[in-house]
């Protein structure tokens, strides 16, 4: 069976352009960790099964105040179209080009607190200019001190396409992907059924967004293969250990069927590494940590696509 890709028009806007609706979504009942690291250094080897545990109580409690029927209502009036995430990277594998889908996040539970003086928005707009294909931003934040403001600031400034990174589990957090400006959104097979990630990718298709399905081992990708979706993340980080190791695409990457495209995730710090996962058939890498340590994310992101 040859994969049917579905993809939204892609309309890049000028920034600042596109208007969408304030449903006032509310706000999110998990304040950050104040210190990532001493938490994950007591307990890392179930940081993933507590930020799910976290996100759904926080879920439970939103959907209190703004009910899913409403949500999906809110969702479904957006008229402002997305971005196209797949369709940006499936341009550069036509060049034969590895993408750089450049992350933007204040912290995480391997590294901690990344940058204090967090300004995501100008974060973006440096990336842009250094040539990425894509962005994503992390919005969960109890561990990543991420918040869905930052996409919509992101979005209002740049015209990149935009993953949201977070914890997804519930249809709930898909309309308010939609909502927020998302033009795709992170599936992780780690933590969902196949029913339930089919159900997501259904819910995201109807409103335009695109999916990236993210595996770390063969029988992840068994069954990620198994569904109707296009993108699939390779997760070079073990998310048990917080480890990571390219080695993974390595492995995974030439038993993904050409017609789905590949996305190296974590743990790509230089251009040697670039080459390497772009070699097993990876047309694009996601990479954010070895940008947001430096002083100069830009010029960072600059030299790993080695314009400088
Ligand atoms: O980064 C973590 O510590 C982490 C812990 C638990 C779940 C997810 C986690 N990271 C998410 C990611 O996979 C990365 O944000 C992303 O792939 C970029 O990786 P990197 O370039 O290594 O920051």
Redesign the pocket.
Do not use: D, M, Q
């Given at each position: 069976m040859t994969f049917m890709y579905h993809r939204p028009a892609m309309t890049y806007s000028p920034e600042g352009t596109e208007q969408f609706p304030d449903p006032e979504i509310p706000e999110t009942t998990t304040p950050p960790i104040k210190d990532p690291e001493a938490e994950t250094a007591a307990d890392r080897s179930d940081?993933?099964a507590r930020?799910c545990a976290r996100t759904r109580v926080d879920i439970e409690q939103r959907s209190q105040i703004m009910s899913l029927k409403e949500i999906t209502a809110r969702a479904r009036e957006v008229t402002v179209p997305t971005r196209g995430f797949g369709q940006a990277l499936q341009h550069l594998t036509a060049d034969r080009q590895v993408g750089l889908i450049a992350?933007i996040?204040k912290a995480?539970?391997?590294?901690g607190i990344l940058r204090p003086d967090y300004n995501p928005v100008e974060i973006a707009q440096e990336y842009q200019a250094a040539g990425a294909t894509c962005l994503?931003v992390?919005t969960e934040g109890s561990?990543f001190h991420g918040s869905t403001d930052d996409i919509r600031a992101v979005r209002e400034a740049c015209s990149l396409p935009i993953l949201r990174?977070d914890f997804i589990l519930d249809p709930w957090q898909v309309h308010e992907s939609r909502l927020i400006g998302a033009d795709c959104i992170l599936l992780i097979m780690a933590i969902l059924t196949e029913t339930q990630a089919a159900e997501l990718i259904a819910i995201a298709r109807g409103l335009d967004m695109d999916v990236l399905l993210e595996v770390h081992d063969e029988a992840e990708l068994n069954r990620a293969l198994a569904l109707d979706t296009f993108l699939i993340g390779i997760?070079n980080?073990n998310?048990r250990t917080?480890k990571?190791d390219i080695q993974t695409t390595i492995d995974l990457a030439p038993l993904v069927p050409p017609d789905r495209l590949v996305v190296s995730?974590?743990?790509?710090r230089t251009q040697d590494d670039m080459m390497k996962v772009g070699a097993v058939g990876a047309s694009a890498v996601?990479?954010?940590?070895?940008l947001l340590r430096e002083p100069d994310p830009g010029v960072a992101a600059r030299r790993l696509l080695g314009f400088v």
């Open positions: 940081v993933l930020i992350e996040k995480s539970p391997s590294a994503s992390l561990c990174k997760n980080r998310l917080l990571t995730e974590s743990g790509i996601l990479v954010g940590e070895s």
